[in-house]
């Protein structure tokens, strides 16, 4: 089978994790401190607090800009659910926006449409490791007046306009399995305002600045020290692993036929934690059918828009988003991770020709 995705671990990341173990320490301790600063070196960041989740990245990122009951963010209708429930989990409320067709990504003018008196943050999401129209979504931010935090769980190491996504304001991360660099599970607040990560600290830690004094309410989101042992070998690996990922996107473009392959924005730099095409025509299902009996691995990263979604149709947090709605009809996620060889990858492309040939799928 022919996976897509495939984590990395080696005999270094062995090591990492097996001294952490014998050392007694297990809980956040060095090993955490020492993987902040050197992903917010990486960055070019002031300051990175590490958690326990992507997710958890989000929550904390939000509480600790004080977003909660009252205020409204905005949200893209396209993306992983996580997005928008870390706005629910943070009492406030998501408002959806549409995407850009291209890149998958928050359109800047819709979410100006979406701006109302309680908007206090937009929250764009750097989709399938492609970044957002940073310059759009900054604009739109200065004009009325709100916060941007990025959700870059899918996008360590992607760029715009030369600057590392994360590299300045708040941005968070996620180091899930299945992402570009892994701690199992795991996630990093990243922000150049010294109040804001204090701020993350504490939250990250049942609200507690000193130990046993509760300053305001939240939960344990500690990293442990065996994940940030993991992620500090795991990031040395970053950059050489992102350009795998761009040799075997670049690859696939090539060789494919019959989709609209991902595009990549003159001012962005694409790290592919997912290689995205669009099959039209209602022929996914089919296509991603002869991907599995032939034994390649392929996902449709998301059948639903946020506003299909049982929960937030009971929240009635909906609207009319078309773009979102035909990504969703239409994305298909394909192998690209760095473990990948030549023939696996012409075996991608091979099977996938063959699959829109079979089904007769409109050439792109």
């Not at 022919?2 to 014998?22: F, H, Y």
């Not at 997005?83 to 928050?106: C, H, K, M, Q, W």
């Not at 760029?159 to 590392?164: A, D, I, K, M």
């Amino acid at each position: 089978m022919i996976r897509i995705a495939q984590p990395q671990i080696g005999e270094e990341e062995e090591r990492a994790v097996l001294a952490a173990l014998r050392s007694g320490r297990l809980a956040q301790g060095p090993r955490v401190a020492e993987f902040e600063a050197a992903f917010a070196n990486h960055l070019g960041a002031r300051h990175a607090v590490a958690v326990s989740s992507g997710t958890a990245a989000l929550v904390v990122a939000l509480h600790a800009h004080s977003i909660g009951p009252g205020d409204e963010v905005i949200v893209p209708a396209f993306t992983f659910a996580a997005s928008a429930n870390a706005v629910l989990l943070a009492g406030a409320r998501p408002v959806l926006a549409d995407i850009e067709p291209d890149y998958f990504t928050l359109d800047a003018e819709r979410a100006e449409a979406a701006v109302t008196p309680q908007t206090r943050a937009l929250l764009p999401v750097h989709l399938y490791g492609h970044p957002c129209d940073l310059t759009a979504i900054h604009r739109l931010a200065e004009t009325c007046g709100l916060l941007v935090i990025e959700d870059a769980c899918q996008a360590i190491g992607a760029s715009w306009l030369g600057n590392t996504v994360g590299s300045s304001g708040t941005a968070c991360f996620s180091f899930y399995a299945t992402k570009s660099i892994t701690t199992g599970e795991g996630g990093m607040v990243v922000t150049d305002d010294e109040n804001v990560a204090a701020r993350a600290r504490v939250l990250r830690n049942q609200g507690e600045h000193e130990r046993y004094v509760t300053e305001i309410l939240s939960g344990n989101y500690r990293m442990t020290e065996i994940a940030a042992a993991l992620g500090k070998v795991q990031l040395a690996k970053l950059d050489g692993w992102n350009a795998n990922r761009r040799e075997n996107a670049a690859r696939l473009n090539e060789l494919l036929e019959g989709v609209r392959t991902p595009q990549e924005h003159a001012d962005a730099v694409h790290v592919y934690q997912q290689y995205t095409v669009r099959v039209a025509d209602g022929r996914r299902d089919a296509v991603q059918q002869h991907l599995r009996d032939h034994d390649i691995e392929s996902v449709a990263y998301y059948e639903r828009c946020l506003h299909q979604q049982p929960l937030y149709q009971e929240l009635g947090i909906g609207g009319s988003f078309p773009e979102a709605e035909r990504a969703a009809e239409e994305v298909l996620s394909l192998p690209v991770h760095p473990a990948l060889t030549d023939e696996e990858l012409e075996a991608v492309a091979a099977q996938l020709n063959a699959a829109l040939s079979t089904s007769g799928a409109r050439r792109a």
